[in-house]
């Protein structure tokens, strides 16, 4: 194993957070039992050709009854905060009215676990499970969903808040808006605009209303959301590809986090961006978008090239995959590119933010188990360079906080189902056995020196 890093834990300070995250509907499993709703990740799952294989998310890791169990295995590598995710359709079956209490007493064995243990929790309110009865509704889509997401704050935030004091409200608007409620790809599955637009001003309207009910419900409370961020590189410096490079680089970067600062949605040269602003305006919500988040949560898996394609209606934009470009990628096809990364820290490190925490970052690639052992170098190597971007952007002034690796054991990985495998503990989904993987091994090393 390379231990040679050119860091160690202390480069990053005494009080930095070291942290691994998983979301509830990759990881508990226990999907219908206790008394839990579908998510719309159960109902999406029966349909045909979704997700890769066929696989559903109704087991998962089994994290529900495994907690204990892995909660040990967080503090054996030397963790000292772990993120997970709240189902809401465990607690809410129906997404609102009646309370589901073995839900609730789930997740009170679950963080006081934690802090028995010394791993201070960072709790995501909405890590993309949305209640099946309230996709039924018209979920994301529906101007409801302020409402029913307010409701839910308020029960997470008046159950846990006194034990809980570190919040993160939305798990990448962007992505759940996007692949969601645009290209079909994620649950529920939705494309269009007439369906994309509103949920990208709900989404941003329950990010801001979500804040302000942990800040007026939970004391002391450290109050963030995340964002999935890219650096945006144009594929040539042709002006047709930095224009489009600009319009994709709105969407990915820029659509949640402004209007958080105070700033509305950009207003940019960007038809897209018209419709926004004139739905914004409609529903006079300006002011209601804006939340002063004590941290922004970065997630940050790779760069994208573009480049100027004008059979893609309206952003007139597309990918250039890292693979046709013959650069370093993960099994993802995600390209590996550190610099980025750093360069993307520096851009963040200079909105209006108080505080900067990487809540996610993490690599896929292709396993191999073998004679128990899993010899994951080009993970460890990820991660080394990957930390050393972050060391380097913090020492120049960028306020970061602290850093939790995705994720802390393969998982339901979405659409791509039980394949994708990004753990640093490999799971044997057949027997639920776990093997820690080298490049968990390393992080042991690197935070506890063993
Ligand atoms: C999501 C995770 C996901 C990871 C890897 C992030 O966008 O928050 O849930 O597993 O990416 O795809």
């Not at 189902?87 to 676990?113: C, M, Q, T, V």
């Not at 798990?171 to 969601?180: K, Q, Y």
Request: with cysteine; proline share 4%.
């Amino acid at each position: 194993m390379n231990l040679q890093n050119g860091f160690t834990k202390t480069d990053f300070g005494n009080d930095f957070l070291w942290g691994v995250a998983i979301a509830a509907a990759q990881n508990e499993g226990a999907h219908n039992i206790d008394g839990r709703g579908l998510s719309i990740w159960d109902t999406f799952s029966r349909r045909k050709g979704k997700i890769k294989s066929g696989h559903k998310p109704y087991h998962a890791c089994d994290f529900y009854h495994r907690y204990k169990d892995d909660l040990l295995l967080v503090k054996g590598l030397g963790f000292n905060v772990f993120r997970f995710s709240i189902s809401w359709s465990r607690i809410l079956p129906e997404g609102i009215g009646k309370i589901n209490k073995e839900g609730i007493a789930f997740y009170h064995k679950l963080i006081d676990e934690c802090l028995a243990l010394g791993l201070v929790p960072f709790v995501t309110l909405y890590h993309w499970d949305l209640p099946a009865a309230l996709e039924k509704e018209g979920g994301w889509s529906s101007h409801l969903m302020i409402r029913w997401f307010g409701k839910y704050v308020t029960l997470c935030a008046e159950e846990f808040g006194s034990k809980v004091k570190n919040w993160i409200v939305l798990n990448e608007p962007f992505g759940f808006t996007s692949l969601g409620y645009m290209l079909g790809k994620h649950a529920p599955g939705k494309v269009g605009m007439r369906n994309f637009l509103p949920a990208i001003h709900n989404a941003a309207l329950a990010q801001a209303e979500g804040g302000r009910i942990l800040r007026k419900l939970v004391s002391n409370a450290y109050i963030g959301t995340t964002f999935s961020c890219s650096e945006i590189i144009p594929y040539t410096d042709k002006p047709a590809d930095i224009a489009a490079a600009a319009r994709i680089d709105i969407l990915m970067n820029r659509l949640f986090i402004e209007p958080a600062l105070g700033d509305g949605f950009p207003r940019d040269d960007f038809k897209f961006l018209e419709k926004l602003e004139l739905h914004n305006k409609a529903w006079k919500f300006t002011e209601r978008l804006t939340f002063r988040f004590d941290f922004i949560g970065i997630q940050n898996y790779f760069p994208v090239v573009v480049k100027y394609n004008p059979l893609i209606p309206v952003i007139q934009a597309s990918e250039v995959k890292a693979k046709s470009r013959n650069v370093p990628h993960t099994a993802m096809g995600w390209e590996i590119n550190p610099h980025s990364f750093y360069r993307l820290l520096k851009r963040f490190g200079d909105y209006n933010v108080k505080d900067i925490i990487i809540s996610e970052n993490g690599a896929m690639f292709k396993d191999e188990l073998i004679n128990g052992e899993i010899n994951d170098e080009r993970r460890i190597d990820y991660f080394q360079k990957y930390l050393a971007a972050v060391l380097h952007a913090k020492k120049e002034g960028v306020n970061i906080k602290g850093y939790f690796a995705w994720t802390l054991m393969d998982n339901f990985e979405w659409a791509e189902g039980y394949h994708a495998r990004f753990g640093l503990i490999h799971v044997d989904f057949k027997t639920q056995l776990r093997t820690i993987k080298n490049s968990g091994y390393w992080f042991r090393y690197l935070l506890n020196g063993r």
